[in-house]
């Protein structure tokens, strides 16, 4: 399938997602939001791809929502232009293989909320972050009030949204909202290696890591623990990932996934 902003590359089994529209530091619109939906299925049918990377294509990688397409909606417009994001950026979570987000620059307002939409985030030394929606007389519109305190806490996250203030990677990392930061030029080979190493595990496993953890999330803790022994029981017995496992540490061998 063709995509006018979205640029996908597969290396080993990896899908690099570029979002490409530099001329508007990569903002927002709803063609993207219909482009990611669509992309999401494809690569979701595509059983090749075990890891999804999202990156920018030039000083950004998201620097917020297309402004000029918002600016002229009325109240009810504006709300389903947050749902359509909303329900873009979960599908990202629902999806069974990793998505991480290799931030080469700007990751503002709904930058910063795609990010948060993958599972964890990588960063480039020149990233900058930020909530600047209260600057513009509005709040977050696809979850960010929702997810940004539950990466960093509700203190952090507050600051942030209330301020408007942009932060680099040095605190973006102190206060958790990233994982690991690299040199601008290194991001994506080392965004690679990651994923290469995720896809040498179970991948079972790595699903149900994934669904685990982001199920318990919405959970209580007791109700997360019997989610996670029901999960931990279905990758015994023959024919699953965890004998193969199991077996080969054993053998003193590899796993054949």
């Known amino acids: 399938m063709k995509y006018e902003i979205l640029n996908t590359e597969i290396v080993d089994s990896i899908a690099i997602v570029t979002i490409s529209r530099p001329k508007a530091m990569n903002?927002?619109?709803t063609r993207f939001f219909n482009e990611m939906d669509k992309l999401v299925t494809e690569i979701s049918n595509n059983k090749d791809?075990?890891?999804m990377i999202i990156t920018g294509d030039g000083k950004a990688f998201v620097a917020g929502a297309d402004i000029a397409e918002m600016v002229n909606k009325n109240g009810d417009e504006g709300s389903e232009f947050s749902r359509?994001?909303?329900n873009t950026f979960s599908s990202l979570g629902k999806m069974d293989i990793p998505v991480i987000a290799a931030i080469n620059g700007f990751a503002l307002g709904g930058g910063l909320e795609l990010a948060m939409g993958c599972d964890f985030r990588f960063a480039s030394t020149k990233s900058k972050f930020g909530q600047p929606e209260v600057s513009l007389g509005l709040i977050p519109g696809y979850a960010g009030t929702q997810r940004l305190p539950r990466l960093t806490g509700m203190g952090d996250a507050l600051y942030l949204l209330m301020t408007a203030d942009m932060i680099g990677t040095d605190e973006a990392l102190r206060i958790g909202l990233v994982q690991k930061v690299f040199e601008p030029e290194l991001l994506i080979e080392e965004t690679l290696k990651v994923a290469k190493i995720i896809i040498s595990k179970g991948s079972d496993s790595i699903k149900k890591v994934k669904q685990v953890v982001r199920?318990?999330?919405?959970m209580s803790f007791v109700d997360?623990?019997?989610?996670?022994?029901?999960?931990f029981g279905t990758l015994f017995g023959e024919g699953n990932q965890g004998k193969e496992g199991m077996t080969a540490f054993l053998e003193k061998r590899k796993p054949q996934w």
């Open 27 to 29: 903002a927002l619109n």
């Open 49 to 51: 791809i075990k890891v």
């Open 84 to 86: 359509l994001g909303q």
């Open 215 to 218: 199920q318990g999330m919405e």
């Open 224 to 231: 997360g623990e019997k989610l996670e022994a029901n999960q």
